[in-house]
């Protein structure tokens, strides 16, 4: 067998420990809620009740806050919200300032200055939205804004404009809008349920929803978008996934950023989904000091095929309006997926994309892989950096010639 000089932490035996320990899965614990009876621990409207959402909440549990992340939350309000399950709070590590979860629902002074570049609606939704609450941007399927609420605010955001109502945006679904849209859309065959977390709303408003949506005989495919496995794992009852599996093919798009998001609570949560016959997706977005590196996107990828789940996109942090400094570059995740490309299971290498600012939508960003290209040849490079020659299939007609190599260039 060979041996791949980049696999675990690439030889070096301090990113070899370090990868070792963040694929082991651990519980998130009690925390300072070792006192709280299980039975409330355990229910996920008691997570929700008892968030951290306020500056002095915060302080109190992290009693080491610097004057950013203080000034941050005390104006957290005035943008996106400042809220924090219990549960997930138990992540962070107090004495780490630069712990990759602190950094995801922490808020930092940072956030609000706006860079020249940045934007409110950098994905461009709300000019394909032809209703409010749904935006049709590509042909066949719709994104339906379900709610705006969530179990705890992302500091990065793409939809910081629309949840926590922070904003005034006046977010208002109207849901007999938005389904009478579809209906009379034929062309829409696949129906993405986001938000603000749909995993919010009770069983009952959710199983009403999925129920007239797969009343609409061209809805094919229904997917829902959560972060609700990683907030809040305690609302993937056996109630909740038995309700869902009524309307298949029903898909899920989950959103972990980093492997210690993955516990134990977290793994039993998505193993409850997949036997409910969910296929799983993660959603991954590239943060500064939080995933980018390729020890700690590598545990994370593994970790996703161990908990049933395949990483599907890693994102470039959109140009949200305050998200500067949590935005690492395209260089660093290109190196990520050259490093990840061949070096591991292929199930396990999410498509890098880029959310093209102002409406151009998902565009894949890949490491060069075709040198050049004409009508004879394709010259190819490898995972390892191998360069290999394919001969191109001849067109009709065409014959062969001797074609100038149109040659690329490096990235
Ligand atoms: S869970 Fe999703 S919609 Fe909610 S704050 Fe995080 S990124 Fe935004």
């Known amino acids: 067998m060979q041996s791949d000089p980049i696999a675990d932490g690439g030889g070096d ?8 320990e963040l694929k082991q899965f651990h519980s998130a614990g009690r925390g300072p809620w070792a006192h709280v009876p299980d039975a409330d621990w355990q229910d996920w409207r008691w997570q929700m009740k008892q968030r951290i959402t306020t500056a002095a909440q915060l302080e109190r549990l ?3 806050l610097t004057p950013a ?3 941050g939350a005390q104006q957290a309000n005035h943008k996106l919200a400042l809220g924090i399950t219990p549960y997930f709070f138990n992540l962070i590590q107090p004495a780490a300032a630069q712990c990759p979860i602190r950094q995801q629902v922490v808020p930092q002074l940072a956030e609000m200055a706006t860079a020249e570049w940045e934007l409110s609606d950098p994905c461009g939704e709300d000019a394909h939205s032809p209703v409010p609450g749904l935006v049709h941007r590509y042909p066949d399927r719709v994104l339906f804004l379900v709610t705006d609420r969530c179990a705890a605010y992302c500091r990065y955001c793409t939809r910081s404009r629309l949840v926590s109502n922070a904003s005034g945006y006046d977010f208002h679904p109207e849901y007999d809008r938005q389904i009478a849209y579809i209906a009379a859309h034929p062309e829409v065959r696949d129906v993405l349920l986001s938000g603000g977390d749909p995993l919010l709303l009770s069983d009952e408003k959710l199983e009403n929803l999925l129920s007239r949506l797969r009343a609409i005989p061209h809805v094919e495919f229904l997917r829902i978008g959560t972060r609700i496995p990683i907030f809040l794992p305690q609302r993937i009852t056996p109630e909740l996934c038995a309700m869902l599996q ?6 899920m798009s989950i959103h ?4 210690r998001e993955l516990t134990t609570e977290v793994r039993t949560a998505l193993g409850r989904l997949a036997e409910a016959g969910i296929p799983l997706g993660n959603q991954s977005v590239l943060l500064k000091q939080v995933n980018d590196d390729p020890v700690t996107m590598r545990a994370l990828v593994q970790k996703l095929l161990m908990c049933r789940v395949k990483p599907y996109y890693l994102y470039q942090c959109d140009l949200i309006a305050g998200s500067a400094h949590l935005r690492a570059s395209v260089r660093q995740g290109l190196a990520i997926m050259r490093q990840l490309r061949g070096h591991t299971t292929g199930y396990a290498v999410p498509q890098y994309v880029i959310d093209a600012p102002g409406g151009g939508g998902k565009i894949p960003v890949n490491p060069e892989t075709v040198l050049s290209h004409n009508a004879d040849r394709v010259v190819l490079r490898n995972y390892e950096g ?3 020659e394919y001969p191109e299939v001849a ?3 065409a014959g062969r010639r001797a074609g100038k190599i149109e040659q690329y260039e490096f990235i």
């Open 246 to 251: 009524q309307f298949h093919p029903l898909f």
């Open 69 to 71: 992340e203080r000034a």
């Open 395 to 397: 067109e009709p007609g």
């Open 256 to 259: 972990a950023n980093h492997p």
């Open 13 to 20: 035996p301090e990113a070899d420990r370090r990868f070792h």
């Open 62 to 64: 992290l009693p080491n």
């Open 386 to 388: 191998r360069v290999f």
